[in-house]
């Protein structure tokens, strides 16, 4: 079993940065990638994020060039970075990890961009 604990969300302006954060705890040896998904109010969950336990990275269009995920295999945590921000960004951001056996949920943290 893997637990997931995110923070780092609130309320940010267009343009601003918000730092997500997700530390894994449990049986994280057996980890194979972690990720961000997010959901909007009235939409479906969608990915936002991956990198595998070799750092390899993949992106969603819609966030290239603004959020960047990395790890730190040390504090078993996974970080967003997320700049430009924009009111599309709103949402709830959820972590994941999957092992190959299941996927795990954090319990989300809400990133509201407006003015």
């Known amino acids: 079993q893997v637990q997931l604990v995110e923070s780092g969300g609130g309320l940010v302006q267009p343009g601003g940065s918000l730092r997500l954060s997700c530390a894994a705890s449990?049986?994280?040896?057996?980890?194979?990638?972690m990720a961000w998904y997010r959901q909007a109010p009235g939409k479906e969950r969608e990915m936002v994020a991956t990198?595998?336990?070799?750092?390899?990275?993949n992106y969603a269009d819609s966030v290239k060039g603004r959020f960047t995920i990395s790890r730190d295999n040390a504090k078993n945590t996974v970080y967003l970075q997320m700049n430009s921000l924009q009111p599309e960004d709103t949402a709830v951001y959820y972590c994941?990890?999957?092992?190959?056996?299941?996927?795990?949920w954090g319990q989300g943290t809400q990133v509201t961009v407006s003015s």
């Open positions: 994941n990890a999957y092992d190959y056996v299941q996927a795990y």
């Open positions: 449990g049986s994280i040896f057996r980890i194979a990638y």
């Open positions: 990198i595998t336990s070799g750092k390899s990275t």
